[in-house]
C-alpha cells in the first residue's frame, strides 16, 4: 500500500491527519477492516511467501545437473531409434526425482510446522482492545504498542514514546541507540535524521512507543533494501562443506570422463554409445540423490529434536550445534533454577525493612518497560506481606538501560501535590555512584568513604554466600512534569535487596555430561564476581578462574584471546564486551556456542558459530539465535547437541560411503574399458545399479550411531573425505579386477554374462559396504536401524533376482548365471566385506574417530 498522501512523505505529516489518511483511529483498525487491508495489500515480510507447492518442488528435481545429463541421455537415444534404452534412462529418471520429492516434501512440512511455532507475535491496538497478534498480519493503519526488547515489525509514525530507545544498526549502520520521539521532521530528512519514524528490523532497547503503521513488507525501508539486494543466507559451515564436496566430484567426473571417452574413440567405438557410457560414468560416479538425502536427514533430525524440547530455525545449524566446543551462558535459568525469590530486604545497618521492602515494590509495580524474574520475585513477596501501590500515583518512569544498570520511578503520594518521590534500584554500584547520602534511622546522612566501604561490604558478603543483591536509592523533590536521567543524582541510599536463585541440583552432573562431549561451559554475567564464583564453585567450574569487565576492558584484543580460553567465568561484564569475547574465542580455532534471552545478547548471538535462545526470550535474541530451546536448561541442550551430532554423522555416511563406491566401480569400469572388446556395463545397467544402491541410503537418517562418534565435536573436512573415498574405493577396484579375472580367465564369459556377473558383484559391494562402514566399530558389533537393515536386505535379495527375471532381465540385457558363477559371486562379496572391514580398522587406528570431520577447536 502506497503512501496515503502522494508525494509527502509520512514522516512530514501530522500524526492524526496521516491516522485519517490510513483510516485509523485512537482505538487504531477495526478486526474487520484489517482483515480486509491484509487481503488488499499482503502479508507483511520481506520474504516470499513459503508455502509448500507441490509443483513447484517438483520442478525443482529437474535443476539437477545430473537429472538434465540423464534426459540428454534419454534424448540422444530416442533421436537414435534405442525406444528401450530411453524407456529405461527416463524410467530412473522418474523413479529417482519421484523418491527425491517424496522426501524433500516430507521434509519441507515438517520445517514449515516448526516455523509456523516460532512465528513471532506483536501487541496492536483493533477495535480499541489490545490485542497479540502475528507480525506477519500487520497492517499500515495498524498502532502497536513498542516496549525494549521488541523486534519493530513494519515501518511507522511515532505517536506516543516514553525514552524511547531504538538501535538501527541494519538501517543506518549506527551502533549506538537512537531516541526516537513524536513530531514532524522535513520531507528532505536523511533515513538516519527521522527521529520520529521507526524502520522494521530496527530493535527497541528502551522505553515504551506507540506507532502508526504506514508501510509493510516489501513497501518497507527494509524490504526496499533487500529487494535490491536479493539478499541471501550467509554460507554456513555445512553449506560450504557440501558445495567443496560438489567440487570434489566434478574434479574426479571431468577426469573420468574425458579419460573413457577419448579411450573409446581411439579404439574406434561408436560416438554415440561411447558418449551415452561416459555420461552414465558421470552419473554413476555422483551421488545424485544428495539433496534429498541431506534434506530427510536434516529435518528428521530437526523433528527429533523438537521432540526432545529443541526448535531448530535453521537446518544447517544442526552441523553448527554439534560442532560446538564451547558454550557461553549467563548463569541464571541456566545453572540456576530460574525461580528467584526476595529472600530478605536490609537496610543500610544490615537489618530488616519493610519501609525499604515498600519502596522496592513500588518501583516494580509500576515499572513498564522490560519483563523480569526480579521485578516478579519483589511484587510476589510485596503482595504475600500486604504491600500495595494504594495512596500512590505514578507520575513518570526513567527505563532500565544496560549502561546505567538502574531504573527510576517517580511517584506522587496522596496528599502531597507539591512534592514528588523519585524512587531509584538497580546494581549496587550504579544506585552508590547515584548516591551523595544514606539513611540512618530517620536522618539523612553524608556517605563518606568510610560508609562506602561498610555498604560494599556488605555486598561483598551477601554475594559471597550466593545472593544476588540489588540497591534502592530516594530522593523527593518538587513536583514537576516530566524526568529524566540528569534526575538520578544527590540520591539517598536506603538499602539492599536480597535474592536467592538457587544452583539447580542437576546441574552439576549436566556440565560434566557437556564435558564429556567435547564442550566446556563459560560464564558471562553482569552479576558481581562474588555471587558468580560461589555459584560457579557449587556447580563444579572453577571458581577462581575470573576475568572482570574491568579487566577485560584493559586488554588488547590479541591478549584476550590467549586468556579467554582459560576462563571459566566472565563476570561484571558490560553488554557490548559480550560479542568481543566470543569474538576472541573463535580466534583460537573454537567453534562457540551462546546461549542468550536479552536484549543485549542479539550481538553474540550472531557473532556466535551457533546462536541459542528459549522459547520466552525477548524478540531480538530470539530471531538473533539459530536454536530455540522450549526449556531454559541445559540437559535438554545437551540431547540436542547429541541429535546434532548424529544428524550429521549419518549425513557424512551417506557422503562418503555412496562416493567412495561410486568412484571405485566407475575407476573400475574407466580402466576395464580400453581393454575390453565390449563395454564392462551398459549405460542403463550403471543407472540402474546407482539407482538401487540410493534405496537403502534413503534409510539413513534413521540410522543408529555409535556412541564415540558423538562424544566430540566434529566438522567437514574434505580432505579426509577425499582420502576415504581413494582408500576404500581403490580396494573396491582391486575386487573389481579380481571379478574381471576370473570372468575372462576361469569362465570365459560373453559380453553379457560378464555384464550380468559384474552388475550383480558390483551392487553387492555396495550394499554390504553400507553396513559395513556405516560404523567405526566391527561391523558385527554395531547394530544397524532395523530401516536401513531391512531396505539393504530387499535390495540385495532384488539383485540377487534380477537375471532370472525374464523379460525384465533381458531389456536391460542379463541372462541368468549358473550356480557356481553365483557361488563365486557372492565369495566375490565376502572377500570385499573381510578386506573392507580390517582396512576399515587401519585407517581408523590412523585416524580416530574422525568422520570424515575434524575434531572442533584442534
Not at 511455532?117 to 513498542?146: F, H, K, N, Q, Y
Not at 535462545?613 to 535474541?621: L, N, P, Q
Request: neutral net charge; aromatic residues 6%; glycine residues 8%.
Amino acid at each position: 500500500m502506497d503512501s496515503p498522501v502522494p508525494d509527502v512523505p509520512y514522516w512530514s505529516q501530522d500524526a492524526d491527519a496521516l491516522s485519517a489518511a490510513l483510516g485509523s483511529s485512537p482505538g487504531g483498525l477495526s478486526p474487520e477492516a484489517a482483515g480486509a487491508r491484509l487481503r488488499l495489500v499482503g502479508r507483511n515480510s520481506v520474504e516470499e511467501a513459503s508455502q509448500l507447492n507441490a509443483l513447484r518442488l517438483m520442478l525443482r528435481q529437474f535443476e539437477s545437473p545430473l537429472v538434465l545429463i540423464l534426459i540428454f541421455a534419454a534424448v540422444i537415444s530416442l533421436v537414435l531409434q534405442q525406444w528401450v534404452d530411453s524407456a529405461i534412462i527416463l524410467a530412473i529418471v522418474i523413479g529417482s526425482t519421484l523418491l527425491g520429492f517424496f522426501q524433500e516434501y516430507r521434509a519441507s512440512k515438517a520445517v514449515e510446522e516448526l516455523k509456523h511455532r516460532l512465528a513471532l507475535t506483536c501487541r496492536v491496538m483493533r477495535g480499541g482492545v489490545e490485542l497479540v497478534v502475528p507480525v506477519s498480519t500487520v497492517v499500515p493503519g495498524d498502532l502497536i504498542l513498542l516496549s525494549a526488547g521488541n523486534l519493530i515489525p513494519a515501518d511507522g509514525l511515532v505517536i506516543e514514546a516514553e525514552d524511547f530507545l531504538v538501535i538501527e544498526a541494519s538501517m543506518t549502520g549506527e551502533s549506538f541507540p537512537v531516541e526516537k520521539q513524536p513530531g514532524i521532521i522535513d520531507s528532505e530528512a536523511a533515513l538516519s535524521a527521522r527521529t520520529n519514524t521507526v524502520f522494521l528490523g530496527a530493535s527497541v532497547r528502551s522505553g515504551t512507543a506507540k506507532v502508526l503503521v504506514v508501510e509493510t513488507g516489501h513497501r518497507t525501508a527494509f524490504g526496499k533494501i533487500v529487494a535490491q539486494l536479493g539478499a541471501r543466507e550467509p554460507e554456513t559451515d555445512f553449506g560450504r562443506g557440501v558445495r567443496q564436496f560438489g567440487y570434489l566430484l566434478i574434479r574426479a567426473m571431468v577426469v573420468i570422463v574425458l579419460f573413457v571417452l577419448t579411450v573409446n574413440l581411439l579404439l574406434g567405438r561408436p560416438v554415440i554409445e561411447s558418449l551415452l557410457f561416459a555420461v552414465a560414468l558421470a552419473v554413476g560416479l555422483s551421488p545424485e540423490l544428495l539433496p534429498a538425502i541431506v534434506s530427510v536427514t536434516l529435518s528428521a533430525g530437526a523433528r527429533a529434536m523438537s521432540r526432545r524440547g529443541v526448535i531448530v530455525r535453521r537446518l544447517e545449524a544442526i552441523e553448527n550445534l554439534g560442532s560446538m566446543d564451547i558454550l557461553c551462558t549467563d548463569k541464571t535459568g541456566t545453572l540456576t533454577e530460574g525461580s528467584i525469590v526476595l529472600h530478605g530486604v536490609l537496610d543500610t545497618e544490615n537489618r530488616s525493612s519493610q519501609e525499604v521492602g515498600q519502596l522496592a515494590f513500588l518501583n516494580a509495580a509500576f515499572e513498564t518497560g522490560i519483563d523480569n524474574p526480579l521485578d516478579a520475585a519483589i511484587i510476589a513477596a510485596g503482595k504475600s506481606a500486604g504491600l500495595t501501590t494504594h495512596g500512590f500515583t505514578k507520575i513518570d518512569e526513567i527505563p532500565y538501560d544496560f549502561l546505567r544498570r538502574r531504573l527510576t520511578i517517580v511517584v506522587a503520594e496522596d496528599g502531597s501535590p507539591t512534592q514528588h518521590l523519585i524512587v531509584t534500584k538497580g546494581a549496587f554500584s550504579n544506585v552508590l555512584d547515584s548516591c551523595s547520602s544514606l539513611q540512618r534511622g530517620a536522618v539523612d546522612i553524608p556517605l563518606t568513604s568510610e560508609l562506602r566501604a561498610q555498604l560494599d561490604a556488605v555486598f561483598q558478603a551477601k554475594g559471597a554466600e550466593g545472593f544476588r543483591v540489588l540497591a534502592v536509592a530516594t530522593r523527593r523533590g518538587a513536583a514537576k512534569q516530566r524526568y529524566a536521567r540528569d534526575d538520578e543524582q544527590a540520591m539517598t541510599f536506603r538499602g539492599f535487596l536480597v535474592f536467592l536463585d538457587p544452583p539447580k541440583v542437576e546441574a552439576q552432573r549436566t556440565i560434566e555430561d557437556l564435558g564429556r562431549l567435547g564442550i566446556r561451559i563459560k560464564v558471562i554475567s553482569g552479576d558481581n564476581r562474588h555471587v558468580t564464583a560461589h555459584l560457579a564453585t557449587a556447580v563444579g567450574l572453577n571458581g577462581k578462574s575470573i576475568l572482570t569487565g574491568g579487566d577485560l576492558e584493559k586488554l588488547t584484543d590479541e591478549a584476550l584471546s590467549h586468556l579467554a580460553p582459560r576462563t571459566d567465568l566472565f563476570v561484571e561484564i558490560d553488554p557490548q564486551q559480550k560479542e568481543r569475547i566470543v569474538r576472541a574465542l573463535q580466534k583460537t580455532g573454537h567453534s562457540v556456542g551462546y546461549l542468550g534471552d536479552g536484549i543485549n545478547d542479539a550481538p553474540a548471538l550472531h557473532a556466535a558459530d551457533v546462536g541459542i535462545s528459549v522459547e520466552e526470550a525477548v524478540d531480538v535474541a530470539r530471531e538473533s539465535a539459530d536454536i530455540i530451546l522450549l526449556s531454559r536448561d541445559l540437559d535438554v541442550l545437551r540431547t540436542g547437541v547429541e541429535d546434532g551430532r548424529r544428524t550429521f554423522a549419518n549425513t557424512l555416511k551417506y557422503i562418503s560411503i555412496t562416493t567412495s563406491a561410486n568412484f571405485g566401480n566407475m575407476l573400475s569400469m574407466a580402466l576395464a574399458a580400453p581393454l575390453l572388446p565390449f563395454l564392462p556395463l551398459a549405460a542403463k545397467q550403471i543407472l540402474l545399479n546407482n539407482f538401487l544402491s540410493d534405496l537403502p541410503s534413503i534409510a539413513i537418517s534413521s540410522d543408529n550411531v555409535d556412541r564415540d562418534r558423538v562424544r566430540r565435536p566434529q566438522r567437514w573436512n574434505i580432505k579426509e573425505i577425499q582420502r576415504f573415498m581413494v582408500v576404500f574405493g581403490l580396494i573396491s577396484s582391486a575386487f573389481d579386477i579380481l571379478t574381471f579375472a576370473v570372468l575372462l580367465l576361469v569362465f570365459h564369459a560373453d559380453q553379457a554374462t560378464f555384464q550380468t556377473f559384474w552388475f550383480i558383484v558390483s551392487l553387492l559391494t555396495e550394499l554390504a559396504v553400507l553396513l559395513v562402514l556405516r560404523t567405526h566399530r566391527s561391523a558385527f558389533r554395531s547394530r544397524p536401524a532395523p530401516l536401513l537393515f531391512w531396505t539393504t536386505l530387499a535390495v540385495a535379495g532384488a539383485t540377487l533376482a534380477i537375471p532370472f527375471l525374464g523379460p525384465l532381465s533381458a531389456m536391460f540385457g542379463f541372462v541368468p548365471l549358473s550356480g557356481f558363477e553365483m557361488a563365486t559371486a557372492i565369495a566375490i562379496v565376502a572377500g570385499y566385506v573381510a578386506a573392507t572391514e580390517g582396512a576399515k580398522i587401519w585407517f581408523y587406528r590412523r585416524r580416530p574417530i574422525r568422520n570424515m570431520g575434524v575434531p572442533a577447536g584442534r
